[in-house]
């Protein structure tokens, strides 16, 4: 058989497969002709390649270089990357526990999670992974560097990590474990104010916090720590939200297709008294779903939000299974908060900044850093206006106390006697004061 009978044969089956694409994309060029051209480099590569290729490794590889032209949060998941998503989507899997993305090519730590091995080891927001063992991370994609950290429980894994500000090269060996993600803590701040830490939104996080709310005694305001969270279910964080709000407006979301359009109420009942004040704490980390809860809190006039500005992650990702047992993780809409803003390369800006205190060679990394992020509004209004965004003001005001003598105690903040942990946390320093001065106005509850 002829390359172009081959060709022709395969453009019938990609027709069948693709035709509701190809009806759209006549009305927008010449799709079909790269499909061809797609189809002939297809059959040259498994026909003459010096070596017989594998056909589902083509194919996989042709669709993640396809995805990586879009947008950091979009990729495929091949069927054992499918299951170690559901793994984690139910609240626990085996690794480091860190946050990571790409940053200007660069595989680079946005949070470790706390109370996990590489939190412990002492791994930092903003560090650069240059190795995972004796691999070089160069042009490594986010699906390959998390098969390489992900492992066996008790197995190790080094990583050689480059931290910019101070110039330096570190190595840290880090023993791979169970990572439960523990979504609330709770606890009782001098005797009468009540601290909820949202760690991340798992499966379990709204029957967590509700679990805590009811478990406080009587208290005089509360303070909702969603500082490093970098977010997780949507659904998670429009119940969290309803346990302070009622049934009201949390979040829309608004994309290309009419059915991505959605207002999303929150249908659970407030457990919180309506008279009790809330404080939101929100810092560079703070993204997603917990950039929805304190948009929300704060639009409605239901908390005041104290820290730094958040993350800026405002995406939908969409998880679409496919018949292989793989799958699409793509975005496929926008967050918006109930006034109206867009969370995406802008965040969450604090009702009261107080910079997060972060060791000097700690660099503060945003969605707006990414390659390929999805355009914000206000960088919109940049280009359109043809202003240069003021990148360096805002850093000054916006970002973290550095000192040249910073000091962090040996031992997690959560262990300490109240008055330490206070001096090492000036957020929550200034949350527990405006609480304990009566500053922290509830318009809500006058309503």
């Known amino acids: 058989m002829s390359v172009l009978k081959k060709i022709t044969g395969l453009g019938l089956v990609l027709g069948l497969i693709l035709a509701p694409g190809l009806a759209r994309a006549d009305a927008e060029g010449d799709l079909w002709e790269k499909i061809k051209i797609f189809s002939l480099v297809l059959h040259e590569v ?20 396809m995805l990586s032209t879009l947008d950091p949060h979009s990729s495929f ?36 999670i706390e109370g996990t091995p590489a939190y412990r080891a002492g791994l930092q927001a903003g560090d650069h992974i240059t190795k995972i063992d004796d691999k070089n991370t160069k042009d490594m994609s986010l699906t390959e560097a998390v098969k390489l950290i992900r492992g066996p429980k008790g197995s ?27 979504s609330v803590r709770s606890e009782v701040l001098d005797t009468s104010y009540g601290y909820l830490r949202i760690i991340s939104f798992q499966g379990d996080t709204y029957q967590e916090c509700l679990k805590a709310l009811k478990a406080f005694p009587a208290i005089d305001g509360l303070i909702i720590d969603v500082r490093n969270d970098p977010g997780g279910l949507l659904d998670q964080s429009i119940k969290v939200s309803g346990l302070f709000l009622g049934p009201e407006l949390v979040v829309e979301t608004k994309g290309r297709l009419e059915d991505q359009n959605v207002s999303y109420k929150a249908d659970t009942e407030m457990v919180l008294p309506v008279k009790c004040p809330v404080v939101v704490l929100v810092n560079e980390g703070s993204a997603s779903a917990s950039e929805i809860v304190a948009g929300a809190l704060q639009d409605h006039k239901r908390a005041l939000v104290v820290g730094a500005k958040s993350f800026g992650k405002g995406s939908v990702q969409t998880i679409l299974p496919l018949p292989d047992g793989s799958g699409l993780r793509l975005t496929t809409a926008r967050f918006y908060t109930p006034s109206g803003h867009s969370i995406q390369a802008d965040g969450i800006s604090p009702d009261i900044l107080v910079p997060s205190r972060l060791p000097p060679e700690v660099e503060v990394l945003r ?69 304990k001065t009566n500053q922290v106005p509830n318009k809500f509850a006058a309503r």
């Open 156 to 182: 190790r894994v080094t990583f050689t990590v480059s931290r910019e500000k101070s110039k330096s090269i570190l190595t840290y060996t880090v023993t791979r474990d169970l990572i439960p993600i523990r």
């Open 367 to 435: 969605e707006k850093d990414l390659e390929r992020h999805l355009t914000g509004v206000n960088e919109k209004k940049d280009k359109e206006t043809e202003k240069k965004p003021e990148e360096k003001p805002e850093a000054k005001k916006d970002g973290p106390a550095k000192t040249d003598e910073f000091e962090m105690p040996d031992r997690p903040l959560s262990e300490l006697p109240l008055p330490e942990r206070l001096k090492f946390d000036p957020q929550l320093d200034k949350a527990l004061t405006l609480l």
């Open 46 to 65: 498994r026909d003459k390649f010096v070596e017989k290729p594998k056909s589902d490794e083509m194919v996989y590889g042709a669709i993640k270089g």
């Open 77 to 112: 998941l091949t069927p054992e990357e499918m299951e170690d998503f559901k793994q984690e989507a139910s609240g626990s899997f085996f690794g480091v526990g860190i946050e990571i993305s790409l940053r200007d090519g660069l595989l680079t730590v946005v949070s470790p």
